[in-house]
C-alpha cells in the first residue's frame, strides 16, 4: 500500500515509521513521474517491510522544499527519520531498493 504524505501526516508517517520509508515526489504533469509511478507501487505491493509513500509536490510545497526537491521524479530514502538515499528521474526497480541498502 502507498501512503500518501501531507505536511500533517508527514511526523506520524515518516519520522515515526519503525521501517525504512521511502518517498516518491511526483506531480501529475510530470511524464517521468507517471512512468515511474508503477515501478513504485510494485515495490509497495512486493516488500512489507519498506514504508512506500508519495507526495504530490504541487499540493505540498513544503515538503518538497524540506527536501530540497528541484527536479521531479525524486526518491528519498529515509530510515529513523534520517535521510540515507536519494535519487532523481527514472530508475529501475533495484536502483531505488538499493537506496535502503
Known amino acids: 500500500m502507498v501512503t500518501v504524505i501531507t505536511k500533517e501526516n508527514y ?4 519520522i515515526s515509521s519503525d521501517r525504512p520509508v521511502l518517498i516518491d515526489f511526483w506531480a501529475s504533469w510530470c511524464g517521468p513521474c507517471r512512468m515511474l509511478s508503477p515501478i513504485i507501487d510494485r515495490i509497495a505491493e512486493e516488500r ?14 513544503e ?3 524540506q527536501f530540497g526537491v528541484m527536479s521531479i521524479p ?16 527514472v530508475r ?10
Open 74 to 89: 525524486t526518491v528519498v530514502a529515509i530510515k529513523g527519520g534520517k535521510v540515507i538515499g536519494q535519487s532523481v528521474g
Open 11 to 14: 511526523g506520524s508517517e515518516v
Open 63 to 65: 515538503l518538497a522544499q
Open 48 to 61: 512489507a517491510d519498506i514504508k512506500v509513500c508519495k507526495v504530490n509536490v504541487d499540493e505540498q510545497p
Open 92 to 101: 529501475p526497480k533495484e536502483a531505488i531498493l538499493s537506496l535502503i541498502g
